[in-house]
């Protein structure tokens, strides 16, 4: 996964990826946020069972934002790695990807692309 997206990254297309893993990290904060404040609620001097309903309430909220985000962000993550093998590739490997054939990355050849996928992948 960290290949993929440092492949999306690295052209540009990673824009609705950080907004979708910056809404999971909102959700994340709300959740750890709500777990500290039921830890809390007991020396609160408050009606224990309405604070921990409704901090409850918001834990379960948060955790369910979460999968959805990351939900999301797996899709649009697959889905920009597909833009850009269909970038990047020879003819071959985006007709394999488009069959659901495994695939074999070969980059185009020209200047543009001369090292920088090798270099990205690691090979």
Same mark, same amino acid.
């Given at each position: 996964? %960290?290949?993929?997206? @440092? ?9 609705? *990826? ?10 994340? @904060? ?6 500290? #404040? ?11 069972? %309405? ?10 909220? @948060? #955790? ?27 003819? !071959?490997?985006?007709?394999?990807? !488009?069959?659901? !054939?495994?695939?074999? *990355? ?5 200047? %543009?692309? !001369?090292?920088?996928? %090798?270099? *990205? *992948?690691?090979?």
């Amino acid at each position: 996964m %960290a290949t993929a997206r @440092s492949l999306v990254t690295a052209d540009g297309l990673s824009s609705r *990826l950080e907004t979708f893993h910056a809404n999971y990290g909102m959700f994340r @904060s709300f959740a750890v946020g709500a777990i500290s #404040l039921l830890l809390v609620a007991p020396w609160c001097g408050l009606n224990l069972m %309405a604070t921990c309903a409704v901090i409850g309430a918001i834990l379960i909220v @948060s #955790l369910l934002g979460m999968h959805t985000f990351g939900l999301h962000y797996a899709r649009e993550l697959f889905a920009a790695s597909r833009a850009w093998v269909r970038r990047n590739a020879t003819d !071959e490997s985006a007709n394999a990807v !488009e069959s659901g !054939e495994t695939l074999k *990355l070969v980059p185009r050849s020209g200047p %543009a692309n !001369e090292g920088r996928v %090798a270099a *990205l *992948l690691g090979t």
